[in-house]
């Protein structure tokens, strides 16, 4: 069944009460023509792309690059722009070390306790080369499906609903939704496109949780939800025959604000 991407969002915001679209995300060369740039003279240090997603998310289009100076060198690795961040094990747990003994020129983010470790955590992250010189986000109903094809849906959730999408996630498979360990571009640009490029059935990844900093950009009951967007086809394929038409649904759903 053929199904379009207004009905796929309004389905998914009526039956998880989401107050906004999910997110749509894809690479292309040729970018949409109308899109969201931020307003820099409101932000004092290099902005989060979690920052950027709020435009987004009141309905807006947003398109980053290879040339996006505004983007952190984080996001713009995380996105493939760039080769990893020197140092970045350094800066996430206990700084840059400058040329004195002791001397400390970057507070790290004490994430993780030494660099070493933080390096093993490192060569886990798949990072790859975007295939493409532009990354977009889009609310989903706004995709032109005949000139872009969706790679990854982005959900901005509260607790409820991210319960109700893992379930739903969980339901038809036993390859389980995971919790996304890593930056927040990490848990919903890169850990899932690896999901999609590797696996079979593609996992969703929670994410948001375990990256502070950027967490102070979000509301304290939000965490998000990545999944690709052809599973998230087979996932609104399997509503109907799903828990979603139980009481004990009907019952969380009520308590949704």
Known sequence: MVINNIELAETFKSIFKLKESPIAFFYTDEPPQEAYQPKMKSIKHIPCIIQFLNGVRRGDTLVLGKESRQLCPGGQAYLGFRKRVKGL????SIGIPGPKEGEIILEGERFIKTPQLAETFLETIPFRK???NYAVFTP?????????????????????????????ANFDTSSRVI???GSACSTIITEPLAEIETNEVPRAIVGLL?????RK???????????????LIQLYNNIDDSFLKLEAWKTI???IT
Request: proline share 3%; aromatic share 12%.
């Open 89 to 92: 094990e350094n800066y996430l």
């Open 130 to 132: 975007s295939p493409a």
């Open 140 to 168: 989903l109903e706004k995709v032109n499906l005949e000139k872009y094809k969706p790679l990854l849906v982005i959900f901005f959730v509260k607790m409820d609903q991210l319960a109700g999408l893992t379930q739903l």
């Open 179 to 181: 919790l996304g360990f």
């Open 210 to 214: 375990t990256d502070i900093l950027a």
């Open 217 to 231: 950009h979000i509301k304290s009951d939000e965490a998000t939800f990545t999944i690709g967007y052809k599973r």
């Open 253 to 255: 759903f009520t308590r």
